[in-house]
């Protein structure tokens, strides 16, 4: 019976075999493999601080944050005397949104909530929100108070969408960018 369908699924013409899948994991496995991840970690990480900084300055527009706070980074950091503050708190914010958030991101996605990965995004992003509402609060109180939770958790959901959307656009197209 040559039109019968295979007995097994996957035992047809057009079976995927155990060298195929190998040669794809070793893609993934080599060094230029993990370089290609860790660039588009870095480029979901600048995609979502640009989204996000566009919420913080909203944010500043109402009164509800300064973009100046950030610059308590520069003073932990011990740099604060040699070169503008807010320059180097907001490199050291940059790096910290390009760097290790997209590496955790990647290493959590999987069992964060969401269909698709920009929902896991914006899951992992309010997760993160919880930290920063706490460390870079500077006394607000009232509406203030309250537009500060507010556009701060916005700003991170936004960051975290915007991180899952360009992992998500990258997820099939591995040899697009080296």
């Known amino acids: ?26 893609e993934f496995d080599s060094l230029g493999g ?9 480029a979901g990480g600048l995609v979502g601080t640009a989204m996000m900084t566009v919420v913080f300055l909203i944010a500043q527009s109402v009164g509800a944050f300064a973009l100046t706070d950030i610059a308590v980074l ?28 997209p590496l955790l991101f990647a290493s959590l996605m999987a069992y964060l909530p969401g ?9 992992f992003g309010a997760a993160m929100w919880t930290g920063f509402v706490v460390g870079f ?6 509406l203030e108070l309250l537009l500060y939770a507010l556009l701060t958790l916005v700003a991170h959901v936004v960051y975290g969408i915007g991180l899952g959307a360009v992992f998500d656009y990258f997820a099939e197209r591995p040899d697009s960018i080296v």
Do not use: C, K, R
């Open 34 to 42: 993990i370089v290609t991840d860790g660039v588009v970690g870095a």
């Open 115 to 123: 269909e698709s990965t920009p929902v896991s995004g914006a899951f």
């Open 137 to 142: 609060y500077t006394g607000q109180s009232g």
């Open 1 to 26: 019976m040559p039109d019968s369908p295979p007995e097994f699924p996957g035992s047809g013409d057009d079976a995927v075999t155990e060298d195929d899948t190998m040669a794809e994991a070793n």
């Open 74 to 101: 520069a003073e932990f950091a011990g740099l604060s005397a040699y070169v503008p503050s807010v320059i180097v708190g907001y490199s050291i914010f940059l790096v910290g949104g390009m760097v290790p958030w």
